[in-house]
């Protein structure tokens, strides 16, 4: 059966594998083997809990098997989660209708029309679909600050930017969207408008105006790929309560490093990774009845690890 798998791929995710009771991996068209984090983080998280278990990275140089591949790893042998990564989680949430099997959808991937977990067992039971980006970088700033009664910045408007920004109006915030393209921003904020709560908005601005926006915010998210919305000159003269987070980390993170070269602090994609894994571990935890107290501990455990500074070393 892992034959099967391989003919979609352009890598070989069964390189070496132990010989494993619980399948995972991460599905992407850019290569995830090369930087994925995810694998890392799930197959500590099964040693942890002494789990015979393996996850892995899948290479898909294209969308248009994308739903037959997703087939073909959920009849492996104990698989249990699909991550579903750039460019790809469009296309996955429109196979979802032509796979064979019970799916709980979750409300944000109905609304966002975006799938990045596949989590469960669809043989012995229902497969969960939801999207998580959102949830992990809301997680990450929640220890900071609620996004209740705040105004929010956020620059993108592309998948991530789309999860992050459904989370912070629905948390109670309004949103000020930014993007290089207007009528991509002016499009997720017609989206999300419905979903504000009373009193509170989603509107777009020109891409030109975040540097005039900033200082009204509260809160300042970069969701985009590459460039950052302003630089250290801006930011180190925006008032000292903002806080600010970049959906990418290392070396890629061009907006954190900007923030942190004007002496800031910003929160980086490590944590927004940490929480969207956090959410689908918890749904797995759950589907297989595994004891609270030591996932809870486990994952804990992870976040530390991870997110501090022996985690940063294994980009």
Same mark, same amino acid.
């Given at each position: 059966?892992?034959?099967?798998?391989?003919?979609?791929?352009?890598?070989?995710?069964?390189?070496?594998?132990?010989?494993?009771?619980?399948?995972?991996?991460?599905?992407?068209?850019?290569?995830?083997?090369?930087?994925?984090?995810?694998?890392?983080?799930?197959?500590?998280?099964?040693?942890?809990?002494?789990?015979?278990?393996?996850?892995?990275?899948?290479?898909?140089?294209?969308?248009?098997?994308?739903?037959?591949?997703?087939?073909?790893?959920?009849?492996?042998? /104990?698989?249990? $989660? *699909?991550? !579903?990564? &750039?460019?790809?989680?469009?296309? @996955?949430? #429109?196979?979802?209708?032509? +796979?064979?099997?019970?799916?709980?959808?979750?409300?944000?991937?109905?609304?966002?029309?975006?799938?990045?977990?596949?989590?469960?067992?669809?043989?012995?039971?229902?497969?969960?679909?939801?999207?998580?980006?959102?949830?992990?970088?809301?997680?990450?700033?929640?220890?900071?600050?609620?996004?209740?009664?705040?105004?929010?910045?956020?620059?993108?408007?592309?998948?991530?930017?789309?999860?992050?920004?459904?989370?912070?109006?629905? /948390?109670?915030? $309004? *949103?000020? !969207?930014? &993007?290089?393209?207007?009528?991509? @921003?002016? #499009?997720?904020?017609?989206? +999300?408008?419905?979903?504000?709560?009373?009193?509170?908005?989603?509107?777009?601005?020109?891409?030109?105006?975040?540097?005039?926006?900033?200082?009204?915010?509260?809160?300042?998210?970069?969701?985009?790929?590459?460039?950052?919305?302003?630089?250290?000159?801006?930011?180190?003269?925006?008032?000292?309560?903002?806080?600010?987070?970049?959906?990418?980390?290392?070396?890629?993170?061009?907006?954190?490093?900007?923030?942190?070269?004007?002496?800031?602090?910003?929160?980086?994609?490590?944590?927004?990774?940490?929480?969207?894994?956090?959410? #689908?571990?918890?749904?797995?935890?759950?589907?297989?009845?595994?004891?609270?107290?030591?996932?809870?501990?486990?994952?804990?455990?992870?976040?530390?690890?991870?997110?501090?500074?022996?985690?940063?070393?294994?980009?």
């Amino acid at each position: 059966m892992s034959g099967v798998v391989k003919s979609f791929l352009t890598n070989d995710p069964f390189l070496r594998p132990p010989p494993a009771a619980v399948l995972g991996g991460i599905a992407g068209g850019q290569t995830p083997s090369k930087y994925s984090q995810s694998p890392a983080l799930w197959n500590r998280f099964f040693d942890s809990l002494n789990i015979h278990g393996y996850y892995t990275a899948f290479d898909i140089p294209s969308a248009g098997r994308l739903a037959d591949f997703m087939r073909a790893v959920f009849e492996l042998p /104990g698989f249990i $989660d *699909l991550t !579903i990564t &750039n460019p790809y989680k469009t296309a @996955a949430f #429109a196979c979802l209708s032509s +796979l064979p099997w019970k799916i709980r959808l979750g409300e944000r991937s109905r609304v966002l029309q975006s799938v990045n977990h596949l989590t469960g067992n669809p043989h012995h039971g229902e497969l969960v679909a939801d999207c998580t980006d959102g949830l992990g970088m809301i997680r990450a700033v929640g220890k900071h600050l609620s996004p209740e009664g705040r105004t929010a910045l956020l620059a993108g408007a592309g998948g991530a930017a789309r999860q992050i920004g459904y989370e912070l109006v629905r /948390g109670g915030a $309004d *949103l000020i !969207i930014v &993007n290089i393209v207007q009528e991509d @921003a002016a #499009a997720l904020a017609q989206v +999300l408008s419905p979903h504000c709560r009373p009193g509170r908005k989603a509107r777009a601005a020109a891409w030109e105006s975040a540097g005039a926006a900033a200082p009204r915010a509260d809160i300042i998210i970069s969701a985009i790929t590459e460039a950052a919305p302003f630089g250290a000159a801006v930011i180190e003269n925006l008032p000292s309560h903002i806080l600010f987070a970049d959906v990418r980390y290392g070396a890629m993170a061009e907006f954190a490093l900007a923030v942190r070269a004007a002496g800031r602090t910003c929160i980086d994609g490590r944590r927004m990774l940490y929480g969207q894994f956090r959410c #689908a571990a918890e749904t797995y935890s759950d589907l297989e009845g595994l004891p609270a107290g030591p996932v809870a501990k486990s994952l804990d455990d992870i976040e530390a690890w991870f997110c501090g500074e022996e985690g940063r070393r294994i980009n």
